[in-house]
């Protein structure tokens, strides 16, 4: 697997496409002055789409406010105006089908929700608001913990998904936009701020494209693309200021990950930029049903806030495992960490029965203007860091890397202006 491997993405990843017929929701009733709740007129407006064959749904011009948003089949979201989202919890039920940090559960919906459909998009230059902040779903964030715990030990225990059910009385937030089990998906143009939670989650689903979209929330969790077991996704000529991970691939998590056993592959970024929080492009950490060929290019990485450039992230609780990585043309202004994180002993450590793999992972044509580290990467001695590669690569940096159990090889890299041939010049 090289880069050809990204031009097959390319070739495989097709966005939907749909009949020229128009279903503005003011048809419905619709009325976009910020108060009036558009949810019915919504609805009505994409089951006769749906009925029709499929068309746009037209969001026009106004602020149009709602609660959950159902997306079926053949259904083109067009948001024009304003999407201004419900923060009452209600309108986000009944519970649905959906992932919480890589475990299965029935919760409150996602705010754009769509399960089992073909063929549906998100489009147009209009913004999607979550209304969030400290004294609605932000809060949850302090809330969440035992809610969490509990959830992780009914995936530990095999608890079924009938008996998992959240919703009213708990406290975990659900994603905004999250296409679950869908096939030929695109979300194109819009800005997403205020988000409760992750911004846009396809779980599950396959030939998803993702561009052109802001995100603008810097909220807790408010990660801006989580791809969670999903097969050739392409995301391309986003601007992330996101509250976490700008974008994050995830196979599920624990004992749930093993159960559902789908990784995620066949992903390509490109023409990115990407500014806060975390890890620019990150790995995990709820990849136990692993990740492989994922290729980033052409990006634009870096904020005063930012950590990582790549963040690999796992360890003995996740497992799983990360192989065919490649980044080639990144351009890195500053970060607050290491260039590159994977390091086995992050959070839980060498704590439990699952061994993360790590192999195969490419930086070429990568210049760093300032970052605190080069790299961090601590493998297992039962499981090192395998084949990672740095190619043509310049660093500005001010602390030495850390590396233990991993092999590295070199070629025409520089750190500070020294050539780097062995990595014992890196410490």
Not at 110 to 132: E, N, R, V
Not at 166 to 181: D, K, V
Not at 254 to 280: F, H, Q, T, W
């Amino acid at each position: 697997m090289g880069w050809e491997g990204a031009d097959q993405i390319l070739a495989d990843v097709r966005p939907p496409t749909f009949p020229d017929a128009d279903f503005p929701i003011t048809a419905y009733g619709a009325i976009g002055d910020g108060s009036t709740d558009a949810t019915k007129a919504i609805r009505a407006a994409i089951e006769a789409c749906h009925a029709a064959g499929g068309g746009r749904v037209v969001v026009p011009e106004g602020t149009f406010r709602t609660g959950a948003v159902h997306l079926k089949s053949y259904v083109n979201l067009h948001v024009a105006g304003t999407l201004l989202f419900s923060t009452d919890p209600a309108d986000y039920l009944p519970v649905v089908q959906t992932r919480y940090e890589g475990l299965e559960v029935l919760n409150y919906s996602p705010f754009i929700y769509a399960h089992g459909c073909t063929d549906i998009a998100i489009t147009g230059s209009g913004t999607l608001d979550g209304q969030a902040d400290w004294d609605n779903w932000w809060g949850w964030f302090h809330e969440c913990d035992e809610d969490f715990a509990n959830l992780r030990a009914q995936s530990a225990f095999g608890v079924p998904l009938q008996e998992r059910v959240y919703g009213p009385g708990y406290h975990l937030r659900s994603s905004f936009i999250q296409p679950y089990e869908c096939t030929n998906v695109l979300i194109e143009g819009v800005t997403i701020v205020r988000s409760p939670f992750w911004e846009v989650h396809p779980v599950l689903c396959r030939n998803v494209t993702v561009q052109d979209v802001v995100v603008d929330t810097q909220g807790p969790n408010n990660d801006g693309v989580d791809v969670e077991s999903c097969r050739s996704v392409v995301i391309r000529g986003c601007t992330f200021d996101a509250g976490d991970d700008c974008i994050a691939i995830k196979s599920g998590r624990e004992a749930d990950g093993l159960m559902v056993n789908v990784p995620s592959e066949d992903i390509l970024i490109e023409d990115c930029v990407m500014r806060v929080k975390y890890g620019a492009i990150t790995l995990g950490s709820d990849m136990t049903g692993g990740v492989r060929n994922v290729f980033a290019r052409n990006c634009t990485i870096g904020g005063p806030a930012l950590y990582f450039g790549l963040y690999i992230k796992t360890n003995s609780i996740r497992g799983g495992f990360a192989e065919n990585i490649y980044l080639r043309d990144i351009a890195i202004s500053n970060l607050l960490k290491e260039v590159v994180q994977c390091n086995f002993f992050r959070g839980e450590g060498d704590t439990g029965p699952l061994t993360p793999a790590v192999r195969n992972v490419e930086l070429r044509d990568v210049t760093v203007r300032h970052a605190r580290n080069a790299l961090m990467l601590r493998g297992y001695r039962r499981s090192p860091i395998q084949d990672f590669r740095l190619v043509d690569c310049d660093f500005t940096v001010d602390a030495p890397s850390t590396v233990q159990h991993a092999a590295l090889t070199f070629d025409n890299v520089t750190v500070n202006g020294h050539p780097i041939t062995d990595v014992h010049q890196l410490r």
